[in-house]
């Protein structure tokens, strides 16, 4: 795939911490950094949603799972990969 296809992110350097740390502090905005806006904002939507329902436990699960994907996601761009704006991992 070519980066200049849509729905793809080009390549960047991205700060690895600072995507570890805004998907802590406000889980979404680590992907609104990286260009995956709509994955962000659902992310931004689902928070308050998870956690009415699970009691907070999931929000502490999805925290940890958006860090550490936003940081994979970040380490690729770095690397000169393209991401999709969907991608996870």
Same mark, same amino acid.
């Given at each position: ?5 849509p729905g793809?992110?080009?390549p960047?350097?991205?700060s690895? %911490?600072?995507v570890g740390?805004?998907n802590?502090? +406000? =889980?979404?905005?680590?992907? /609104?950094y990286?260009?995956?806006t709509? #994955?962000g ?9 998870v956690?009415? %329902?699970?009691i ?5 699960? +999805? =925290?940890?799972?958006?860090? /550490? ?5 970040? #380490? ?7 991401i999709?704006?969907?991608?996870f %991992?």
């Amino acid at each position: 795939m070519s980066d200049s296809e849509p729905g793809m992110i080009p390549p960047g350097e991205k700060s690895l %911490f600072l995507v570890g740390f805004l998907n802590t502090v +406000m =889980v979404g905005a680590g992907y /609104i950094y990286l260009g995956q806006t709509g #994955k962000g904002i659902l992310f931004l939507v689902l928070v308050p949603v998870v956690a009415v %329902f699970t009691i907070g436990i999931g929000v502490v699960l +999805m =925290v940890i799972f958006a860090v /550490i994907d936003g940081i994979l996601l970040a #380490k690729r761009m770095n690397r000169g990969e393209s991401i999709r704006k969907w991608q996870f %991992f």
